[in-house]
Structure formats: structure tokens, C-alpha cells
């Protein structure tokens, strides 16, 4: 069992052990325990003389609040921005030089809220100080799911096994019940049970994945049956800025079968969780609810505190304070994109190599897009008289020109245009270097955000290719790449998501 | 004379009794001789593990600056957030979550500033914290009040009686005068004076209520008149917002007349007081008197921190934290505005009864309204295929459904379409309840936002019917309720705002 | 040598001497060695009764951060605002009325930035407790400069002789050179040398001043040829938004030359600076130099909390907290911009007062503004039955009026529409007081913001007449004052920004 959690970022819940969280729970215990004596100032020696850097590029209260909250009663300061209406000046910052500022302002740990998927392992990659995971983008919100993990722990009798829980409103498009009952799967004998429309239901991949981990799930057919055979009920709100396309009218009828209201709850002895906030528009819970024994997500709500005073009490209790590296290093600024491709030196008429001596060849691109790369590399500007290039009618289009090489910038942006383009460095007549840049997939993910520099980089997850920052599956799709090359790669890319060396 | 504050909500200026009112006069003048004697911080160790929440949903500089300042002294700590911009998510949460969350936050005392009348009672009832009433809409800022008392006092030798003072600017649209004028009417031989416009001066009912109380009001015709005749001179902020109507070239020309400047004030003793800030570009108090001798609203600010100083000291004091508690009593979803009516069973032919054997049926209606009644009932999207429902074209429209029973949202949205409904319901073809339903009628009331579940209360203030929340005095007008069953409901509230049991 | 900066404010690098300036210097590298030597906190008993009020008017990370980790180190505590949607009520509240609400709040030291020139001297002479300038709109941002200075100084083995520096980036537009270079002049063997497009050079005043100082100045054609001779390289963000007229591409084109990679450090043993943020869009640094060994900027960053650290610390170190002074006095409401003119008696025959008796009489008024002077003195409003008003199609339109006098807004808001107009005062048919009401021609001044009221006033700085506020010359153009007339005026006032007197 991980007994130190000094200086160690937390990014996924995923990343947890079974052991990790029994003994997280067992602190953020300890942390209630001392409130519930009287004692909620008992640690404020431990972080007297350390500092909390609260990032939230997004609104937020209770999580923010809940940090600074467990900073106090540990007796240390909090800092920053929520929101960045009051930091306009950072529209054009990018994350790295924040995170590094953050760390010139000597903040001993950082927690951030961020819209990007994976912003926060790159914030945990540059910075020296350790990063908590406040949300980032749709990706993880390991503090949550650390919470509700310590709520059912405690109303569980300081256990995780053997627990039954239903989860209601909304299981396919949040984050917070595929990361809670992921975290249940580490234990023995968890029942979960749901009911909701279709379109709302748990995702086939999720209950496969829980299948394979022992957990059983059922799917019932009203929210009632669900409520009769749990002790516990995690309601979730219904995410309708996701349900394009579905009217007004369905979702009031839906609500009525799904809201929580007492005559779902009466007569039971269930308790309703919730993560909070309630939309008091929808109004998932009844107000009524709110008044009633089965109400647990005000007590879920202190957990957080408890929790995350745990966490920052174990992150800080051991050694001195971080002093500023001002310097990143090299390896941070390092890409494993480059998928290689072997270079056949002997074909002799390869059409696209033998009208240049000196230059860059694309190659499988996307066709119609001579103009838009033309604008991307900016061949116009950079003035090359010289150019010769084509895009021919075929399936594989190709650009032929004589700049001497790309910047990631380039190169990123015409992934972003045309997917896994191969890259030809020609000299002396000759192909020197030939790969295919890959980039995430996933739309809203870090790496291909241009101005935020960040290095797109995979790893090898067991046979599974994935973006280290947004850890979403990637897969190689260009035809030409063989299966050989495709091993190799997969075997020079790191095989876990390891701190990047540095300091 | 009342000697604890403690864990006592802050929420009218109305509810201070002269004892009370002597009593915090006297701990901010401690205050203020302390800070005059370098001992700033001599009482910093009250708070040292407490906390303060500001939650301003209105932005706010001075008050809320003057309560983290006045924590500071005390040796506590504060967070909270100013406007809602940093905190959209709040946009759909309620007051009744956020305060939970406060209380889960383990903060100690609440100062929140709310646009909505009424919103500081219902937070009150909802708190285990003490709360304090920074502004509730344009209803109460007791603490105002109370620090332009402390100014008072401590300019007039540390007594309250004999006091004369003018009032200017705006006495008709401002909360600031008529709360203080109310207070003081506690005090012996106070003299108001007044000189304003017609539509800028004091309202009769204020006048009246002063005249009973045995406070001298005199109008004169000039600002000068006033001045020349008082110790201290009030000036308030015109509310041209709220002046619609009112031509520029009118106000500009009114300014004129009752702006304080030099010409005014000099060769008198007068003391200028204002609760700040001045609007700059009207300049109701001209730049050459802020440096000159008459000038006293910068000492009034600073007897803010002074007073709140002290209402925090005398809140914070005595007794240890408070644990939160993380249920919500069930009183709190109990209104009492339901007014009974007599159920007449003998009445055999009521037309309106005999056609339904199960389901409500609403009497009273505004005429015109089935389409908005049909959309606030949604009763179309309910799938009630045999609703039978008829509105007359006569005086009493009503409409029948077979719905079981309305919720509280639903009753509460009739009632703001159509003030008053009477609601029956129906078992077994008999009228089994029959009440009048109320609504507060400040439509700047929290009691008639539906999605803050607030229930609409009232309580009997020496036979005047007030709303709980906004204190707005509330007159039945259903032709229908007769005098013994407003007499019965009467009878039946609340005398007084007696805090709700809880914890 | 200067070794207290007790209750000083710091509102201009310019005012800063050599020794002070080594000063400084010479408490930062304390400031370093005790981080270094793990003693960060070692001081924090320094401010334990101290609290410092940010008011950034205008949005900030990076400078709003590091004063409050510097005022944390040293044991004291912050709070402000930054950005003012919080804070809407400030919209019509003076800089006079915030800032004595913040002594009112007990602050010990101001930190503030404001959109206006010269808001931070203004700011100063209201404040009793010191203010540090944070930046004033385009004019001053002092801290920035000292802790460039510093930055060089441990850079430079504790020396600030002998230093060759580039400058790269914006010459023209930005502030951070003019201030640093300037600061730079004080000391021995100074070299700047530095190659950019004309339109972003360094503006010949500044070459001129610096050659004066015994600085030497040298353009070189290329980047490349200034980072082979220099030990340090400061890069400036271009100021885009203030380069109208120039394309997109050509600014492209431009970066290609300008901006920082790795090709133009290579080899090199050149440090690069930047103020920070580095425009993430434009990337005026490569990506790639952030993660080199040249990178210096974050160590910059650091040396931006030693710096305040350092500054506060001399400022707070001695002494007790200040008493908030709740008067303001008589002279802060004194301009002295009334250029006075000789009063011909004996002109009998003068046309444009022999027809009134009392009155002002405006004269030397632009032509074409009798509609816009009505409005602005309100002749209208005033119902001034008797105006007597002329302003004839000659050179010198003039307005006769028997308006008593004017008030300070109507003379600004007059000199607005017509610079420099001439005001004669007459009683009794006779010209009793006649001058010229200068105002100062920066646009952005705070002098010139009606409702402000910031009085005008200028200085003598050499022969040179200066606004107090933004400090920028001021050439009196109104034909008709004698080289006598203003050279009395310039006698007559300070010949130096000294504090007003108060408190």
C-alpha cells in the first residue's frame, strides 16, 4: 500500500490502486473524525508555510471552494483565478508559461480547472510543484470521484466491498459515474443497477468493461425497481446542452419518470447521492428530497473537504518546500508523433522524388487542399520563387516544395487539415527521412491546440496506442503503413505515462 | 439590553431594539478606540480559526472590502466571490444549495448580498451559520444602518437622543433613509429636516410612521434651510434609474438646486454624511466639499469596519464552531399560505364539481388564460387524454382537470398568472380540500422564483399580514374569503419571524 | 545613498537614483539568498500585522501574483479586486473615493493599476498609506523596470557596470525598454545594441537621451549580429494592436526575421529576457528556446517576487501601521493651470467687454463651437434669459455671458472642445481676473476625465513644463501670452513632483 503521496501529481482516478484509496479513505476518515471532535484545526501546523495556486480557467465554487477550505483548516494560503475574465491578458499565454509563473510565484501545489483535454497532465509535465486535477475538459475529475469513493467507504461502514448502488439521470454523457463505478471495480461484490432511457444509459462500453472486472451490472426497467434493491442512489444531471436534436417536450415528460421525489424514495431506506450542483431548472431531486432522511449529497459535499484535506495533507506533510526550477527540460519540448517509414532507396521512378534535390515531400493527403496548405506553410509569404508543387485528381495527393524543412507548428497544423500525412525530407536527390506525423483525434484534445505548443505523444497501453494527455485510443488508419512499422513504433514509445524526467 | 450576538442572524434593522442598537454602538466605539490607540490587532486572536464567507451575487467593493478587513483584525480569514461572473454554474443552483455548501465549507459566518427581496430570511432559515444581510435587494443593508448609527453616535458624545438631522438626495426611492429614520425613531428628541422635490421626497407612510413614533419631520423649501438648522446632513444618491419619465435638462437643473457644495455648507457647523459611494458624474456632493471640514463620510466609512468589527466580535465570541449539519429540516419546505375555505357540502348543484369524480379544479381565474394554464400545468405533455376543462367567459373562469394533485411549482406558477386561485380537490366526486392559494405580491420577492422552491409563508404582525421573506405587507382580495376565514388563517400563522428549529 | 523607503511611494523608475536603484538591487539578492538558503519564509513576522490592497483596474496574473506571494513570504495578507465586473459600482466612483475607501479598510500599502495616465500620482497624493505603481496605462509600470534591473545585476555578478544588452521586439511602442534603458543610463560602460524594422526601432529621443547619458547605442543590420555581441537579450511582445496599417503578412514576414529560435541562440552565450506574457499567437520566442539553456525569463519571473518581496519589505519594515486620515486636505482640490494674463485697464475701447458689466467673457475660442460650449456650460438649462453671445467667423471667436463663474468641470470641459481658451472674469464693467486654463494635452491623462476632478497642474522641470500626473510636456500655444506672461507662470509653480502635503 502507497503510504506517501509527496510531490505526486493527480491526474486520473485511473491511476489508482485498490490500496491507494482504501488508504485515502482511511485519511479523509481520519480528517472527519477530527471535525466531528472538535479538532478541525488540529493539522494547521502542517501546511503553515505553504500555498495553494487555485487555476480554475473555468467557473468554479464548490470545488475551489472546497480546496481552499481544506488549505485553511490545514493552515495554509490559497491564490489565483477563477474564471478568466479578471486574467485577460492569459488569452494569449499558454498553459506552460502559466504553470511556470505559478511556480516563479513559489505555490507549493497547484490545483486546475481547465475546458482542454489533458491540460492537466501537460501542466503536471512542466511544473515542479505537484498538479491536482480540478477537471479537465470532459476528460477527469479525479478529486470527485475520490470523494464519492470516500462518502460510500464511510456510510459503508470503512468499507468498499460489497456495495450496491443504482445510478440515475445521466450515465452516458458524464464523466462522474464512468469514473466512480471504474474506481468500484477495484472491490469485491459491487452491484450496479440503473434505469433510463436509452439514450441515457450506461454506454456498452463502460458495462462491458465493469463485466470483465466482476462487477455486476443490471439494467431495470424503472427507477423505482432500481431504488428497492440499493443502498445507495448517485443521481446525476441530465446533460442537455449534449441531447441536441431531442425537444423540450421528451425531457419533461423524461424527468417525470426520472426525477427523484419522494414517492420514489418513501418507504425505503436508500441514500441519494448526488455531486452536485442540482439544476433548479430540471430539478433532478425534487425539493422535497432536499428535506428528506434519504438526502446524503449535503454529507457528500463535506466529504470533499475531508477528502481533499486527506489528499493535500498527504501530498504536503512530508519535506520542505519546492524552490523554483526556472529552467524546463529538453525532453518536454520532445514529440513521439513521427510514426518512421522505411525509405526504399532502390525505387528508382518513385514519380515524387525525382524533380527535387533539396525539399519536403507530402505525401496522402487529403485532396482539394492545395489552397489551405499553400496558407498553412505559408509558401506565398516565405517568398520561395521556386516552389513546385502538385496535388494531383489520384486517392493520394501530394505537395512537393522546396522548403528545407517543417516547424512542429507546420506540421501540426497540416495534420490538423489532412490526418497522417507522410512527411519526405529529400537531400542530394535522396529521401533522408520519411514518417507519418500522427496527431490525436480526439477534437478537443491539448496537442492540437497549435498555440499551446504542447508535443503530441503516445504510448503503448498494452497493445493500445494512446495521447498521453487525453489518454484517448488512437489508431493508425494510413494504408500504407505496414504492419512491421507499426510494431516498431509501438515498441520505441514509452509503455506507461511516466513523469517526464526533469529538475 | 441584549449582551450576545451569538450565532444571531443579521437580517433587518427593524428587529434591533434601542438596547440592542445602544449596545453595538458602544462595542464599535470600543473598536474605534482601539484602532485610535494602535491596538488594531489586540483582539486577533477571536477568530483565528474562523472563517467568513462573502457571497456577493451583486457586485460589491465597499461592504464587502469592510467585512474582510473587519475578519482580518479579528484575526479570521474570508473567501466567497463578488458577482456571478467567476461562477456561472451557480446561474441554476439554488440559494438554498449554495448556503448548504457554505455550511459544508465549514465557514463560520455568511455575509451575502442578493438582488432578490427576501433572499437573506430564506438563506437565515436555511443556514446553521449565523448570516448577515449585506443587501437584499432593495429591501434591507442593516449593517448600513448600523454603522450611520455608530457615526451618530460617536459625533453626537456617544448618545443617540437629541440628535437633528437632514436628510437630501433621494428620500423617496432609497432604502438608506428610511432605515435609518426608523431607527433613530427609538431615540428621544430627533429632528428630521428635509428639503426635495416633490417626487424626491419623503414618502407620507414614512412620515406618518416617523410622526407616531414622535419624531419631529419638518419639510423646508431649501436645502440651505436645512442645513442651517441640523448637526449632520445626510445626502443620498439620486436614483435616476428609477426616475423614468424624468428629462435629463430636469435633473440637471434639480442637481443644481440640492447638490452640497461649498456655497452651501460654509460658515456652518454642519457634518456631511453619505453612505458612498457618490456618483461622479452626477456629483450630488460637489468635489470642493470632500476637502473641506463639513466632509464626514470618509469617518463614516471608516466606523464601518469599526461596526462590523464589533457585530462580528459579539457573533464570533463566545462558543466554539459550528459542525455542519447536513440535513435540511423538513419545516423548511413547508409554507402556510394556504387560507382554508369552508367546504359547503350540501351545496348539491355546484355546477363546477358534479362533472368530475377525481382531479382539482381551480376556481377564481383570471379570464383568458387556458393556453398559459395548459402550458404551466404542461397538461398536454402529461398525456391527459380526458381532461375536461372549461373557462367561462364569466367573472370567475375556472378549469377542471383530472389531474391527482398539483405540485408546489405548479401552484405556484398559477398563482403567478392568475393571483389567488382557489384550488379544489376532488375525491369520489366530493371536494375533499379548498384553499385560496397566496403569493407574496413583490414581484422582486424570492417566494415567486420557481426554481428556488422557496415556500411562500406569511406571519401576523399585530393583524397586518407580512411575507416572511420580503416583510411586504400582503392583503387578501378574493371576494370569496370571508371574514371569519381570513380570521381563521390569521389566527393560524406565525406572530412574529421566529427563526425555524433546525439542527 | 537612500536606505528607507518607509511610507515612499514608487510611482516612476525616473525617480529612482543610481544608489537607490543598487539599493534595491542589493535587498533583492537578500531576498534570493534567503530562497536559496531554504529560509522563504524567514521574514514573515516583517507584515504579520500588515495587509496590502490590490487594485488592478485593469486584468493581471503575473504582477497582481507575485506582490501577494511577496506580502505572504513576509507574514501579511491581500485582498482587492482585479478587473472590475466585480466591482460595477466603481464605474461612476472616483480614484479619490476608492482609494480613501481603502484607507477606510486599513490597508497598509496600495498596489494598483489603472487604464489612465497618471493615475498612480494622483492615486499617491490621496493615499496616506504608500501606493506602488502597477502600471498606468501606457506610462509606468516601476516595478517592472527594477526588477529587470535586478535580474541583471545577479546576472551580472552583483553589478549593474559594464553591460551590453539587445533589445529585440517592439523598441517604439512598449515601455519596458524606454524604462529599463533610461534606468540603465545611471551606470558606467553601458552598450545597447539592437536590430529591428524601422516602424518597431528605438525612437529617436530616447538614442539621443541615452547618447547624452554616455550610453552606447548601436543598430545592427541583423538579430543574429546583435546576439553575437551581447551578454543578455531583451525581446518585447510587438505590439500589434498599435500598428495599424501594417498586413498581416507583412508581420509574418517580420517574425520570420524577429522572432527568438533556436538557429539565432545556437552556439551563443546570449541570456534572453522577456517581460512576460510572451503572445502565444505570434510567438515572438520559439517554443523551442523555452527549453534551452539561453531561456532566462522565468528566472526573470522569480526575481519579480525578490524584487517585491525586497520593496515592500523596505517600505513595511519600520514603524507602525497608518491611521486612516478621514480628511482630505484643501490642497488636493488646487490646480495651478491658470496661466494668469496682465489686464489692460486702459483699453477703453476693447469690443468684447464694454457691453457686459458682470460676466465672463470667453475669448480665443476655436471657431464653429457656439452649439457644443451652450451645452457644455448648460446656458440653456440655466435659463440665463439675459446671455449676451457672439463668437464671430474671425480668428479669435469669443462668448460673452453673465454667468457669475464657472466651475472647475465647466472650464475642463470647455478647454476639452477648445484648448487654452482665455477667461476673463469681469464686475462692475471691468476685467478683474484674466488667464489662460491650460490643460494637458495627453489624451489619456486623468486630468483631463470630467468627473475625476483631478485639478491640473503642472511642474518645471528644467524649463520644461510637465504634467504632474502623466509627467508629459506640455507647449503652450496661445498666441497671445507674452514670453513675460508665462515665464512668471513657470516661476511660479513647483520646479518638482513633491508629495502634497497632508495628513
Request: aromatic share 8%; hydrophobic share 35%; glycine share 6%.
Amino acid at each position: 500500500m502507497q503510504t506517501t503521496f509527496s510531490h505526486t501529481d493527480i491526474i486520473s482516478i485511473t491511476d489508482f490502486t485498490a490500496s491507494q484509496i482504501l488508504y485515502l479513505c482511511e485519511a479523509g476518515r481520519h480528517m472527519h473524525d477530527l471535525e466531528k471532535s472538535g479538532k478541525r484545526y488540529s493539522l494547521s501546523d502542517t501546511c503553515r508555510f505553504r500555498s495553494l495556486a487555485s487555476m480554475f480557467y473555468e467557473p468554479s465554487t464548490r470545488t475551489r471552494a472546497s480546496f481552499i477550505t481544506a488549505m485553511r483548516e490545514l493552515g495554509g494560503q490559497s491564490d489565483g483565478f477563477s474564471g478568466t475574465e479578471g486574467t485577460s491578458v492569459m488569452k494569449k499565454e499558454t498553459i506552460r508559461d502559466t504553470i511556470m509563473m505559478m511556480g516563479a510565484n513559489h505555490f507549493d501545489v497547484i490545483v486546475m480547472r481547465h475546458p482542454l483535454d489533458g491540460s492537466l497532465q501537460w501542466a503536471a509535465d512542466i511544473s515542479a510543484s505537484p498538479v491536482i486535477n480540478g477537471g479537465d475538459g470532459k476528460n477527469e475529475h479525479p478529486t470527485q470521484a475520490l470523494l464519492d469513493l470516500l462518502t460510500l467507504y464511510m456510510l459503508n461502514n470503512n468499507n468498499l466491498d460489497g456495495i450496491s448502488i443504482g445510478f440515475g439521470g445521466d450515465l452516458s454523457h458524464g464523466r462522474t459515474i464512468r469514473s466512480l463505478s471504474l474506481a468500484l471495480s477495484h472491490f469485491k461484490n459491487i452491484t450496479i443497477r440503473w434505469a433510463a432511457e436509452d439514450f441515457l444509459g450506461m454506454p456498452p462500453d463502460l458495462s462491458d468493461m465493469l463485466a470483465r472486472r466482476n462487477v455486476k451490472v443490471v439494467r431495470e426497467a424503472a427507477v423505482k425497481d432500481v431504488m428497492k434493491q440499493v443502498q445507495y442512489y448517485y443521481m446525476t444531471r441530465p446533460q442537455l446542452e449534449r441531447m441536441e436534436g431531442i425537444s423540450q417536450a421528451r425531457i419533461i415528460e423524461m424527468m417525470r419518470l426520472y426525477r427523484i421525489d419522494l414517492q420514489k424514495v418513501e418507504g425505503l431506506d436508500v441514500k441519494i447521492l448526488h455531486p452536485l450542483p442540482v439544476n433548479s431548472e430540471i430539478a433532478e431531486i425534487d425539493y422535497q428530497v432536499f428535506f428528506s432522511r434519504a438526502q446524503s449529497f449535503f454529507k457528500q459535499a463535506e466529504f470533499g473537504i475531508f477528502m481533499r484535506k486527506a489528499l493535500l495533507y498527504e501530498m504536503l506533510k512530508d519535506g520542505d518546500y519546492i524552490h523554483f526550477n526556472d529552467s524546463l527540460p529538453q525532453k518536454l519540448c520532445e514529440g513521439n508523433n513521427r510514426l518512421p517509414r522505411r525509405i526504399h532507396e532502390d525505387r528508382k521512378h518513385d514519380m515524387f522524388i525525382d524533380k527535387i534535390t533539396e525539399g519536403v515531400v507530402l505525401d496522402h493527403l487529403k485532396p482539394g487542399l492545395r489552397r489551405d496548405i499553400d496558407d498553412v506553410l505559408g509558401l506565398e509569404d516565405k517568398g520561395y520563387s521556386c516552389i513546385t508543387a502538385a496535388i494531383t485528381g489520384k486517392k493520394n495527393p501530394f505537395l512537393k516544395t522546396n522548403l528545407k524543412e517543417l516547424t512542429e507548428r507546420e506540421l501540426k497544423s497540416l495534420a490538423l487539415l489532412s490526418p497522417e500525412p507522410t512527411v519526405n525530407y529529400i537531400r542530394n536527390g535522396k529521401v533522408t527521412e520519411k514518417f507519418v506525423y500522427l496527431l490525436c483525434g480526439n477534437t478537443n484534445c491539448i496537442t492540437r491546440i497549435i498555440p499551446e505548443d504542447v508535443p503530441p505523444r503516445f504510448y503503448n497501453d498494452e497493445g493500445i496506442l494512446r495521447c498521453r494527455y487525453c489518454r484517448r485510443e488512437y489508431r493508425v488508419i494510413n494504408r500504407k503503413v505496414s504492419p512491421g512499422e507499426l510494431e516498431d513504433y509501438r515498441r520505441a514509445i514509452p509503455q506507461a505515462i511516466l513523469p517526464v524526467e526533469q529538475h
